[in-house]
């Protein structure tokens, strides 16, 4: 039987198809994260096959970045866009 999150992830990808892949990727976000997670993490750009993501706290940093293979893994899925990795970057100070 399947989750509501993966009817969730399922429906979400269908819907992206027509999207540029960063707005994929960015609207797959939460879904991937879940929104708790995904509020302290700021996608600031995709290039290269690289979506790279600034957070503000050195703590959700390295949560993050502990989570990063099953994010990785989600947002393909979800995005349905080539992803080859996800670069976390910490905030500059004063944001």
Same mark, same amino acid.
């Given at each position: 039987?399947?989750?509501?999150?993966?009817?969730?992830?399922?429906?979400?990808?269908?819907?992206? =198809?027509?999207?540029?892949? !960063?707005?994929?990727?960015?609207?797959?976000?939460?879904?991937?994260?879940?929104?708790? /997670?995904?509020?302290?993490?700021?996608?600031?750009?995709? @290039?290269?096959?690289?979506?790279?993501?600034?957070?503000?706290?050195?703590?959700? /940093? @390295?949560? !993050?970045?502990?989570? =990063?293979?099953?994010? @990785?893994?989600? !947002?393909?899925?979800?995005? @349905?866009?080539? !992803?080859?990795?996800?670069?976390?970057?910490?905030?500059?100070?004063?944001?």
């Amino acid at each position: 039987m399947e989750s509501m999150r993966d009817v969730l992830r399922g429906t979400l990808g269908r819907s992206l =198809q027509e999207m540029p892949a !960063l707005d994929r990727l960015t609207a797959a976000w939460p879904v991937a994260c879940g929104i708790a /997670l995904a509020r302290h993490g700021i996608i600031l750009g995709y @290039e290269g096959g690289i979506l790279r993501v600034e957070v503000a706290d050195p703590a959700w /940093l @390295e949560q !993050l970045r502990a989570m =990063q293979a099953v994010l @990785e893994s989600d !947002l393909r899925r979800i995005a @349905e866009v080539k !992803l080859g990795g996800i670069h976390f970057v910490k905030a500059a100070s004063g944001r």
